[in-house]
């Protein structure tokens, strides 16, 4: 069996993940910095974390497991 590697432009992948992201409704700037890590992953070849993981992060925002427009603060600084 001989394997074959799809390759994508980075580009419609980034505005493919913002896309599905923002209809999930998280807020524009979390959906370019998740994307951005995402294909960060994708591109360091780190694929298991990468936009593979994109379907479980809407999955868990429709089951409520993510708060999708959810702002993080810092509630304690330590060293």
Not at 4 to 24: D, I, K, Q, S, Y
Not at 43 to 72: C, M, N
């Amino acid at each position: 069996m001989t394997e074959t590697a799809n390759w994508f432009a980075e580009e419609p992948l980034r505005r493919f993940g913002e896309e599905v992201l923002a209809r999930t409704g998280v807020p524009a700037v979390a959906c370019t910095t998740v994307v951005d890590s995402l294909v960060y992953s994708d591109l360091r070849g780190v694929h298991t974390h990468g936009l593979v993981r994109l379907g479980a992060y809407v999955e868990a925002i429709r089951q409520g497991e993510v708060v999708a427009a959810a702002s993080p603060k810092v509630v304690r600084r330590a060293g």
